[in-house]
Structure formats: C-alpha cells, structure tokens
C-alpha cells in the first residue's frame, strides 16, 4: 500500500507515518504535489524461525572444543 503525503502533514505526523512503513506501508512525501522522497522499510520483515530443522543432519565431533596443537595454532595464526 503506498500513500502520498506533503511535507507539512509528513513533519505533523512522522512517528504515525514510521509505525506505518514498519507496518508494511511505503509512504511518498510530496512537495507542492510532486513526488520527492519515499519512506520504506529499511528490511524485509523477519521471518519466524524454525527450530530443529537440521536435528540428526549435524554432528559436532566430541573434541570441538579441545586446545589446538602447536602445529595447528601456527598455521592459523600465520607464523
């Protein structure tokens, strides 16, 4: 949905008009009639996450976690 609004109305009502564009909405601010900025949303609405879809897919080995050796620490670290 896209509404038009001057730029007096946009400065009146801007916290109304930003909970509109979170809502979904883009609003174009026009001056003397003329279309000259538009209000969007600055993301894409999150989507909601699902839990567990990798579950059995995935192992983490026991030693994950463990210290690297030496050898392993100085490749990672460039010396």
């Given amino acids: 949905m ?22 979904g909405a883009e609003i174009i601010i026009a001056k003397a009639g003329k279309p000259m900025a538009r209000l969007i949303p ?14 059995g897919k995935i192992k983490v080995s026991d030693d994950f976690n463990a210290p ?4 392993m620490l100085t490749l990672f670290e460039g010396r």
Avoid: C
């Fill in 2 to 23: 896209t509404n038009t609004v001057n730029i007096h109305e946009a400065k009146t009502h801007l916290s109304r008009l930003i909970d509109e564009v979170a809502a």
């Fill in 42 to 55: 600055i993301s894409a609405p999150v989507r909601k996450k699902q839990l567990g879809m990798l579950e």
């Fill in 68 to 71: 690297l050796d030496d050898e």
